[in-house]
């Protein structure tokens, strides 16, 4: 009864669209909301900040970026990484360039970057389905790991190749480069998370989204209700590659401080595709499950022996970790191939009908 | 003018002025692209048969290479531990079998690809828990596999053989030669390439998909041992090895997924490509390191033109 | 029953919020040393060996002598992989308590260093790193002693030119690098010394997906055929450049590599014939040292090293690991003295590395003589430049080839300086310690 | 609410072709898929304003046929002349540019959408607002939604699925799935609707109604009707004109009596009763 | 719909191969598609299933054998029972083991498997040895000409008619007690569908080999079957003998295509049934 649906009537189109047409979604996502914004900033930890908070957040929204393009448009890609790092590395140009950006529009701009590059290693798609342009897309991966390492002009000549984020100040607080204080990064962050989600819940509900949906569904029948599956694929990749180029920036200029061509190697595309995957796809929420449950899991795993006084070595740990991790995925695909979105979307039934079975 | 002079005349100079190079170039290109297409073989089998597209693959190389190793270094003679690591082999592909495809057939593609990388992460796990993650040396002349190198004295250079190499390359073309037996001549055999023609069809026969599966997967084992045992032959065991997986990729867009000659044709070309990319235009105009890319991109310009690979067959789309 | 939602729903937040606020691994009576190790992926080989060395003489003096001036030492290991991403949370993770960081990767130290002014916690990083660490008033609180990358560069050219690098002149050398910021690390000295005195530099990238296929590069050896190969590697790259160079016929008395590339392990994969190939050392492994058999009565045979076979306790960098924690041992001792406490925190471990003076006597009286270069940090010299000695792969294990060797120091300061303030610039505010004396 | 609201029928967009005059002429047509024939010199019109009806058995090549329609495969010969203008190859989304909307023989419906999702899609080329608006989704992009949604509705009023206008279809039974597929076709406010095999797999009573769908459509809004049909019942009563194919080639074209008697026909597929 | 079962005899049980009480089967959790189905085949015969496309033919068919659970359907009530065991819970593979086979929709060749290949695979669940199977290839061959002929092409460039009779021989290399054969008739011209049915009638008659055919071509089907039954979405409507089928009014009308006299015509009906029908 807790989340009883009857006597809410919408009585117009507009309160249909409304963003929760269900009152307890909009309770319940005030309540997450007030976390985010007040309870955990009053109680966390550097450690927490740095090592849960902040990371969930970008991945989860990295993923977002990753979803659009699978989840919502069809188009499976293994480049995120790569994606990611053209945001940093635009990022990091534009920022060294002119330093006087504000970083919040060097942020949004070197989106633009990403979403060019997308769009451009997403023109394949229009010929190549399936697999083989998930394997296309890893052209992209190898190949712009490899230009952030040769092209010296993209880490301004440094001698080790890696970029390192300079302090930058906004309205007087320093929000990145190593003087940033975690809970000014946090915040920064959890804007910058929050508005995009907005957007993204927008875009992938309306026209957009459900040409979106209609070419990952069935494309030929999409072509055949009058949708330009080109425009709509490319948008796609555009649109994707845009939030993940952010999520790369964010990545990089308000958690990491610094970074190496290596760092946006395939190892962190899988990562994402496991979260968008785990959480699910064609959901937005399913992100942010995800990213708490492929992020924080292994960071609390490896915190369990120690709590528990158990004799074990860290490279144990570490190696029982992967194993868990490994296991965890083969047993939620098994348990629900959906993803947590779709557990989530189970339960929130179930409460609809709560206290009764049916 | 210097620029296109880079590009199109001086490699090929370069090329005709030291023969014995390039030949070398070729062939140091041809024993990866061996590799290559054994891995791709495992791929397209296991493809194949159960529409998984298994990036399990190269952790398997590993894995399969470390158990031999491991075995021999906990005391087991060399003989006996390879016909152990392929009853380990078989104990794997049967365990995933239940543990994995069996509960996840008729999931969509994805989730099961996903999975083969959920199987990889464990692997990666267990093999670092059981045998250590440090870089051990193949069991070369425990198998009886010559290390010498053969010099041939050619166009007043020379062009130097591992005999290794040699045994691999001649031991791939066994197995693929094997392979191929099997799958022509075999019941089982042609069960696996009925399944890879028509699953429905094959199973309305009483094709049994848990038996098939548990083959092939097994197949798919003994292919990455045999990898192992190359590769780790050249450079050492560790599971750094895991990486030639991702070689094997762009061969299979090339040879297109179902293609067991593609695999092989699309292997070889890659590997003598790139190497000859690398080192004719990579390491002077580039920088090099081409080869991390360079059979991706080649790969993706042939899928343009040939959405269906080089071996695949036409998609005619109906609705 | 919406507002019994509500409270429910707030409860359980502010639970998950204090869950958040993880505990730390506080101990009032022991000093915590984290290590952010790694002894799983490509780089394992090379990595647990030293983590075994460390590990050891940590425990050895708990076990031996009732920790250090009867403080514990808590030597906490902090898996990284060798990944970048993994070490930055490691390091975050162990922060909290920690009197020193070791990051033990180039690429970790480089994230980590622009942190160190604000956390205030010494970075640790002997033997690699970003050489103009050197400079003690930028680097205030980073240290890589005894020698950094550019001295290990220096010395090697020193070596193979018989002491004057225009004999150099002409020739043709070849950086086999490792591509990651730590093989990267020479280049700008090397390209600086090329253009001196007159050798050309080949640099040969080798990316992280290409350490066990080395093949390229070889052939480009091949044809380039330079007079001498640098090596810059590590993990698997190592045992893949000695097989390859085997193979294309490479003289092996051409090929030297840096410190990181003198693993044991690395050249028994080929032994006889890797012969002649030469690695240059800070450290050089002494079997029958006391310390060694310290370590073998009170850590190895009670069963308290990860060691796999005794065989280990003889290898190279089993020994470093050794040393390596002998000097943060002996700057924590250093610490304790000055500062008249049992448990020096970070700021007084800093000062114990700032004045580090690892002479032979005092490495005789731990028991190590000849195990390390003697060397002395200040609040300037944060490396000490203590010189090395070079090593040669004689078929079975590495030997000792070579007097002392010293960086020419001359040639690399001023290099160091510069880009020492670049580095501050580009991370400004950064506060510089002008009151260092030289 | 016996009767059929009035004001449901989106008139068909006004092409200046009177009715009873050509809308489209297949002149020639052969398709081939490497070597094997699908259609063989297939030439037939289709009139503004009539219900036609292709049959044929299975195989015959009817839905090859109305792929050339639509512009979704390219006939190796002959053109397609549409509201007078003659093309060789169109994508098939400038087809519904045109006014050309159709249904599948094996339900093509986005499957993961909800019923009203897969109608609004069918809109998709009537609205404009960019992705900037869609970003904010107030203002115009909500105000867009609004007034197709209003059309849908009017939609799903007449085909009488409001009960599951946010069932994603997947879960839907066959036969409702056929109607929200009727549904996206009539939201693309065509001129001429092709049907394949409208009626499969439905009993007699959802038949009826079905048939009563596409009898008020074509004649409240003027819509032109090509459909494939297997049960002779509905072909018969419905069509104006049936074509008849067999193996790729036209072996019959008339008035449904004409057809029913044509002995050719009866060999080929409507079967001899013994 | 009347029932005529009431007219006919009831059938003994032990005489039956086949039986199906029934079933209600449901594909991705949610689509319902059959509705209680039941019927059965009696030993030696051959029993014809009716009805339109999506009527639920074929998923009948898959019910019994077992292809259902490839395409993420199952059954969720009734039973099977097939040679006087249970067999719903059964692989594929262990009901053609027991005898139960099926021919699928639209052939299912191996394609690029040579037809003799093709045939081959049918045999993957005998275990009496290499002579056996080669001499029921002969057999096959003996009842398919043209396949001998053929042996040697791949599969997927012979003709419709080839790659019918490829997938009837494949089944019978299986030593079936019973065949599922499902739209042998599609695609084919009428004389080949008339051979067709000729081999299943000499198959049935000498090899006593019972089946249960799915057609939509209600006019031979009747012809060949002994008895039938008429599927509408997911229920049977009509069973009883071919013969008397052959003669019902409604038979006619619907699936016959000869006229009914005094039917409404589809022209007529002038407003929609207002029920719920999808709550059905």
């Given at each position: 009864m807790l989340y009883r649906t009857a006597g809410q009537f919408k009585t117009s189109y507009a309160a249909d669209h409304a963003l929760f047409p269900v009152r307890q979604d909009a309770i319940l996502l005030g309540v997450v909301l007030i976390l985010a914004f007040v309870v955990f900033p009053l109680t966390a930890s550097e450690f927490a900040f740095r090592a849960l908070l902040i990371p969930v957040l970008i991945y989860a929204l990295a993923a977002l970026g990753l979803n659009i393009l699978t989840g919502y448009a069809g188009q499976l890609s293994l480049g995120t990484g790569a994606f990611m790092g053209v945001g940093a590395y635009a990022c990091y140009k534009l920022i060294t360039l002119f330093p006087e950006m504000n970083i919040v529009v060097a942020i949004a701009l070197s989106g633009f970057f990403s979403a060019g590059v997308g769009a451009l290693f997403g023109l394949p798609s229009l010929r190549i389905k399936g697999f083989y342009l998930a394997i296309a897309t890893l052209a992209a991966q190898f190949f712009l790991v490899w230009l952030f390492q040769k092209w010296d002009w993209l880490y301004n000549y440094s001698a080790s190749g890696a970029i390192h984020v300079p302090n930058i100040s906004m309205f007087g607080i320093t929000v990145a480069g190593p003087r940033a204080a975690a809970i000014t990064q946090y915040y920064f962050v959890l804007a910058i998370v929050c508005v995009v989600t907005f957007f993204a819940i927008n875009i992938t509900r309306g026209r957009i989204g459900r040409m979106w949906k209609a070419v990952r569904d069935m494309d030929i029948a999409a072509e055949l209700v009058g949708i330009n599956l080109m425009r709509a694929k490319l948008t796609a990749f555009f649109v994707s590659s845009y939030i993940v180029g952010v999520s790369g920036a964010l990545f990089v200029f308000l958690w990491r401080g610094a970074a190496e061509a290596n760092l946006f190697d395939i190892p962190l595309s899988f990562r994402v595709l496991f979260i968008a995957i785990i959480g699910g796809l064609g959901s937005i929420l399913g992100n942010y499950l995800g990213a708490i449950l492929i992020v924080a899991l292994p960071v609390i795993i490896s915190a369990v022996p120690a709590m528990l006084g158990l004799p074990l070595a860290s490279a144990t740990v570490e190696h029982l970790n992967v194993m868990i991790i490994g296991v965890l995925i083969i047993t939620f695909l098994i348990v629900e191939p959906h993803g947590l979105a779709r557990f989530w979307a189970v339960i929130r039934e179930k409460l609809i009908l709560w206290p009764f079975p049916h | 003018m210097d620029f296109l002079n880079a590009i199109f005349v001086q490699p090929f100079a370069d090329m005709a002025a030291a023969p014995d190079f390039l030949l070398q170039v070729v062939w140091e290109g041809l024993v990866g692209g061996v590799l290559y297409a054994l891995i791709a073989l495992g791929f397209v089998l296991i493809y194949k048969s159960s529409r998984i597209f298994n990036f399990a693959q190269g952790i398997m190389v590993v894995f399969a290479a470390l158990t031999l190793v491991g075995l021999t270094e906990k005391g087991v003679p060399a003989l006996l531990a390879l016909p152990l690591t392929l009853l380990v082999m078989l104990v794997l592909a049967v365990t995933i079998e239940r543990a994995v495809l069996r509960p996840l057939v008729n999931q969509p593609d994805i989730i099961l690809f996903m999975a083969t990388i959920g199987i990889t992460l464990f692997l990666i796990g267990f093999g670092e828990i059981i045998f250590g993650g440090e870089n051990k040396v193949m069991i070369t002349r425990e198998l009886m596999i010559p290390t010498d190198s053969i010099t041939l004295d050619l166009f007043g250079g020379f062009v130097s053989i591992e005999q290794k190499d040699l045994t691999s390359v001649i031991g791939a073309v066994l197995l693929v030669a094997a392979l191929l037996l099997f799958l022509n001549r075999t019941k089982t055999g042609r069960a696996i390439r009925a399944l890879g023609d028509d699953h429905q069809a094959a199973l309305s026969v009483g094709i049994s998909l848990s038996t098939i599966w548990v083959v092939v997967w097994f197949i798919a084992g003994v292919i990455a041992l045999a990898t192992g045992i190359a590769w780790g032959a050249r450079a050492g065991v560790s599971f750094a090895l895991e990486v030639i997986a991702y070689k094997a990729l762009p061969v299979l867009m090339l040879g297109g997924l179902e293609s067991v000659m593609g695999a092989i044709i699309g292997g070889l070309a890659i590997g003598i490509l790139e190497k000859l990319f690398e080192v004719y235009w990579g390491q002077p105009l580039m920088g090099g390191n081409t080869e991390a890319w360079f059979a991706y991109v080649v790969a993706l310009i042939v899928l343009l033109f040939r959405p269906q690979g080089l071996f695949g067959e036409r998609i005619i789309e109906r609705v | 029953m919406k507002k019994m939602m509500k409270t429910a729903a707030l409860s359980a937040a502010l639970a998950a919020g204090v869950a958040l606020a993880l505990p730390a691994s506080a101990q009032e009576d022991s000093i915590y040393i984290p290590n952010l190790s790694y002894r799983t992926g490509p780089f394992a080989a090379t990595g647990t060996p030293l983590m075994n060395g460390q590990r050891d003489y940590i425990t050895l003096l708990n076990e031996r002598d009732g920790g250090l001036n009867g403080v514990e030492l808590t030597y906490d290991e902090c898996e990284t992989g060798y990944n970048t991403e993994k070490g930055v949370e490691c390091y975050e993770r162990t922060k909290e308590n920690a009197v020193v960081t070791q990051p033990w990767s180039t690429g970790i130290t480089l994230q980590v260093l622009p942190k160190s002014n604000v956390d205030e916690i010494p970075i640790l990083a002997p033997g690699y790193g970003f050489s103009p660490m050197a400079d003690g008033k930028v680097f205030q609180w980073a240290f890589n002693p005894p020698s950094s990358y550019w001295d290990g560069a220096s010395m090697i050219l020193k070596h193979i030119s018989e002491g004057d690098l225009d004999n150099l002149n002409g020739k043709k050398i070849a950086l086999l690098h490792l591509d990651h910021p730590y093989g990267k690390e020479p280049i700008p000295l090397l390209q600086a010394l090329a253009e001196q005195h007159g050798f050309t530099l080949l640099p040969i990238p080798v990316g992280l997906t290409e350490m066990q296929n080395q093949s390229a590069q070889w052939l480009q050896i091949r044809r380039e055929r330079p007079d001498f190969v640098l090596m810059w590697g590590w993990g698997a790259m190592n045992a893949g450049a000695v097989t390859e160079a085997a193979k294309t016929r490479y003289p092996m008395d051409q090929f030297i590599g840096i410190?990181?590339?003198?693993h044991d392990g690395d050249l028994k994969l080929i032994g006889e014939e890797g012969k002649g190939y030469r690695s240059i050392s800070w450290s050089v492994p002494v079997p029958d040292s006391q310390l060694v058999q310290d370590i073998r009565q009170y850590v190895v045979e009670p069963g308290k090293s990860l060691i796999e076979n005794e065989s280990e306790l003889d290898s190279v960098f089993y020994q470093r690991g050794l040393m390596i924690s002998a000097m943060l041992v002996e700057a924590i001792r250093a610490a304790q003295e000055e500062f008249d406490t049992q448990a020096p925190d970070a700021e007084q471990v800093r000062w114990g590395l700032e004045n580090l003076n690892m002479d032979e006597a005092r490495l005789e009286e731990l028991g190590a003589t000849g195990m390390l270069v003697p060397f002395k940090t200040s609040c300037a010299d944060h490396t000490g430049h203590g010189g090395a000695w070079m090593l040669e792969w004689d078929g079975e294990k590495f030997v000792k080839v070579s007097d002392l060797i010293t960086p020419d120091r001359e040639a690399i300061e001023p290099l160091e300086k510069q880009e020492a303030e670049a580095y501050a610039a580009a991370n400004a505010p950064w506060p510089v310690n002008e009151e260092c004396e030289m | 609410m016996n009767e059929r609201p009035d004001h449901v029928m989106l008139t068909a967009p006004d092409d200046g072709i009177a009715r009873g005059d050509v809308l489209l002429e297949a002149k020639n047509i052969s398709l081939a898929f490497g070597g094997v024939k699908a259609l063989t010199d297939i030439s037939l019109n289709i009139l503004k304003g009539e219900i036609r009806a292709i049959i044929g058995p299975n195989g015959a090549g009817k839905t090859s046929m109305l792929n050339v329609v639509n512009g979704f495969y390219t006939p190796q010969h002959g053109s397609i002349v549409f509201r007078g203008r003659e093309r060789r190859a169109m994508k098939p989304h400038h087809a519904v540019g045109q006014g050309i909307a159709r249904t599948f023989q094996n339900v093509a419906l986005f499957k993961g959408m909800s019923t009203l999702d897969n109608i609004m899609a069918g809109r998709s080329v009537m609205m404009k607002r960019h992705i900037g608006w869609q970003m904010l989704w107030h203002g115009p992009a909500l105000r867009e939604e609004i007034v197709h949604r209003e059309t849908v509705e009017e939609i799903i009023d007449f085909l009488e699925i409001q009960h599951i206008r946010h069932t994603p279809v997947g879960k839907l039974p066959y036969g409702l799935q056929k109607r929200v597929e009727l549904g996206r076709a009539l939201a693309m406010e065509p001129s001429l609707l092709l049907l394949d095999e409208p009626m499969a797999g439905m009993n007699l009573e959802e038949k009826e109604d079905m048939s009563r769908f596409i009898i008020d459509v074509n004649q409240q809004r003027g819509t032109t009707i090509a459909l494939i049909e297997h049960d002779m019942g509905v072909v018969m009563d419905l069509s104006d004109r049936v074509a008849v194919l067999d193996y790729g080639k036209k072996i019959a074209d008339g008035t449904p009596d004409a057809v029913k008697n044509d002995q050719g026909v009866i060999d080929a597929y409507l079967g001899v009763p013994h | 719909m009347m029932t005529t079962s009431a007219a006919v005899p009831a059938q003994e049980p032990d005489n039956l191969i086949l039986e199906v009480n029934n079933i209600e089967v449901i594909y991705d959790r949610v689509i319902l598609v059959l509705k209680g189905v039941s019927l059965s085949v009696p030993k030696g015969g051959i029993t014809a299933l009716l009805g339109a496309n999506g009527a639920g033919k074929t998923t009948t068919l898959k019910a019994i054998s077992n292809l259902l659970h490839a395409e993420r359907g199952e059954v969720t009530k009734g039973n099977i029972v097939f040679d006087g065991a249970q067999v719903h819970n059964l692989s594929p593979n262990d009901l053609v083991r027991r005898g139960c086979i099926q021919v699928m929709e639209g052939r299912h060749c191996f394609g690029h498997l040579s037809v003799e290949d093709n045939l081959l695979t049918g045999a993957f669940t005998r275990r009496d040895g290499q002579t056996a199977i080669r001499e029921d290839l002969e057999l096959v061959y003996t009842y398919f000409p043209r396949l001998k002929e053929r042996r040697g092409s791949q599969a997927g460039y012979t003709s419709g008619g080839e790659q019918q009779m490829t997938a009837i021989g494949r089944a019978l290399m299986s030593r079936p007690k019973m065949i599922l054969l499902d739209e042998p008739s599609m695609g084919l011209a009428p004389q080949l569908v008339e051979e067709i049915f000729e081999i299943v009638k000499q198959l049935n008659e000498e090899r006593n080999v019972s089946f249960l055919l799915a057609e939509q071509n209600t006019n031979v089907a009747l012809r060949y079957a002994k008895y039938g039954y008429i599927l509408e979405s997911g229920r049977i409507v009509l069973d009883g003998e071919a013969r008397a089928l052959r003669e019902n009014e409604d038979v006619k009308e619907f699936y016959l295509g000869i006229g009914g006299e005094g039917r409404r015509s589809f022209r007529n009906v002038k407003h929609y049934k207002r029920r719920k029908r999808w709550l059905s």
């Open positions: - | - | 410190w990181w590339s003198g | - | -």
